[in-house]
């Protein structure tokens, strides 16, 4: 089996591929996060961006992942595609993206999802859906016949990758697995493991 030397490369084409042969959201992956006391915590994000800068997600910058982020800007990515029988693991440090690459990205958001964003104080206590319902309604009213900003708190990381091992399922637990750690000097060592 040959990948390509440059594993965010190899990722990025497997995303490709993902989208047209996954059954499930091709861009989801499990993102890993400790607080400052170094407990973890995981959860889903979708990844909307894979290039040779790293990988990109967006959130709201209030909510528990980005707290801890900000406390420790060290980060793990897991992503499985069943279909295609592989995941990727991506750990690295992240940084922000920039204001432009966040308004960039919330302008092509959809209408409901950028009010929905306005509409919720992600990880802070909820009393009901109602509440929620109606904060969503009251951001929809304020922003009725005009383009939706994006809000302050509102933004993204990059992951600048570091460590990625691709592994392929193979018969009889006999996987592939290849491990990519970048240089100092920016270059990638790659060495298989056993699985």
């Known amino acids: 089996m040959t990948i390509a030397p440059n594993p965010l490369a190899e990722v990025s084409r497997l995303l490709s591929r993902a989208h ?68 990727v693991r991506i750990e690295g440090e992240v940084e922000a993206v920039t204001e432009a690459e966040a308004d960039e990205y919330f302008a092509s958001r959809p209408r ?22 109606s904060s969503y309604l009251k951001a929809q009213a304020r922003f009725a016949g005009q383009a939706v900003p994006r809000p302050p708190f509102w933004g993204g990381y990059r992951l600048i990758a570091d460590r990625i091992e691709i592994w392929h399922n193979q018969l009889y637990r006999l996987h592939d697995r290849f491990l990519y750690e970048r240089q100092v000097e920016g270059e990638w060592t790659e060495r298989r493991l056993y699985p």
């Open 112 to 133: 409901g999802s950028q009010i929905g964003a306005w509409a919720s104080q992600q990880s802070e206590p909820l009393a009901s859906r109602r509440e929620l319902v």
């Open 20 to 87: 047209t042969e996954e059954s499930h959201d091709a861009t989801a992956a499990t993102l890993a996060t400790v607080d400052a006391a170094g407990h973890p915590a995981a959860r889903i994000v979708l990844i909307k961006v894979i290039d040779a800068s790293g990988v990109t997600f967006y959130t709201n910058l209030e909510s528990r992942k980005a707290l801890e982020l900000e406390a420790n800007p060290h980060a793990a990515l897991c992503i499985y595609w069943p279909t295609l029988h592989k995941q």
